[in-house]
């Protein structure tokens, strides 16, 4: 069963805008991950939270995790047409190196 | 680094045929593991491997999917015999110390 479920499943906003997409999860976690999909291609790892950690920054991307609701967002700022892609959170649940992948939630960002 | 390899990237076989997808994973990644990704199910984990033992093979559909790590460079992953079910894009990904996975293209694997 999924760990992770994304929400919402489809997001579709104009080049500048921010993106926002939650993940919520079941289960105690050590860390969760964010990944990024291209279309017809791998997913590539964007940010990792420790459980201990409520917020962090990359770029132009910020992540939250409140382990209290078991949920954890995603925001992309200024967004771009290259920010066009399917996002997943990942969730240890307790083993650090196996994670579940979520549902992913599709994003386009229109030019 | 190349990044992780998979081969082939496209793979078309009739139902009942072996099917044999391949990994490279980054040097000195001890992780490996493998993937199927489908629209109805998601991204499912297979099997993963630590030090080229597997540790967790619950994820393997039935008794038709083997995978073996011979080395710290190579992984297979075996479908015999191949069922159209079995059509799915196939992702083998691989992680050092840290926990982030790097994943490979993919073997997008049609049966029909």
Same mark, same amino acid.
């Given at each position: ?8 499943? +489809?997001? !579709? ?7 926002? &997409? ?13 990944? =990024?999909?291209?279309? @017809? ?31 954890? !967002?995603?925001?992309?700022? +200024? ?15 307790? @083993? ?8 992913? #939630? ?6 | ?11 078309? #076989? ?12 980054? !040097? @000195? ?6 993937? =199927?990704?489908? &629209? &109805? =199910? ?23 999917? !083997? +995978?073996? &790590? ?36 993919? #073997? =997008?694997?049609?049966?029909?």
């Amino acid at each position: 069963s999924q760990q992770g479920e994304e929400d919402p499943q +489809a997001l !579709s906003i104009q080049e500048g805008e921010n993106a926002t &997409m939650n993940c919520s999860y079941k289960t105690s976690i050590n860390n969760l991950q964010w990944y =990024r999909q291209n279309s @017809g291609r791998g997913l590539v790892h964007l940010i990792l939270i420790r459980s201990n950690e409520r917020e962090k920054h990359s770029g132009r991307l910020r992540v939250t995790l409140d382990t209290s609701k078991k949920s954890s !967002s995603l925001l992309i700022t +200024a967004s771009r047409a290259a920010d066009t892609a399917s996002y997943f959170c990942a969730t240890d649940a307790g @083993g650090y190196q196996k994670v579940t992948f979520g549902t992913g #939630t599709k994003l386009q960002v229109i030019p | 680094d190349a990044g992780v390899i998979q081969s082939p990237r496209h793979e078309v #076989t009739e139902m009942g045929q072996e099917v044999t997808l391949r990994c490279k994973p980054i !040097s @000195g990644h001890d992780y490996l593991f493998w993937y =199927r990704q489908t &629209m &109805m =199910r998601g991204l499912e984990l297979l099997i993963y491997f630590n030090n080229n033992v597997p540790i967790d093979d619950s994820g393997m559909p039935e008794d038709r999917f !083997s +995978a073996k &790590m011979p080395n710290a460079s190579f992984s297979t992953l075996k479908i015999q015999p191949s069922e159209p079910r079995d059509s799915a894009v196939y992702f083998c990904a691989s992680s050092g110390e840290l926990y982030e996975q790097y994943f490979g293209p993919g #073997t =997008r694997l049609t049966v029909t």
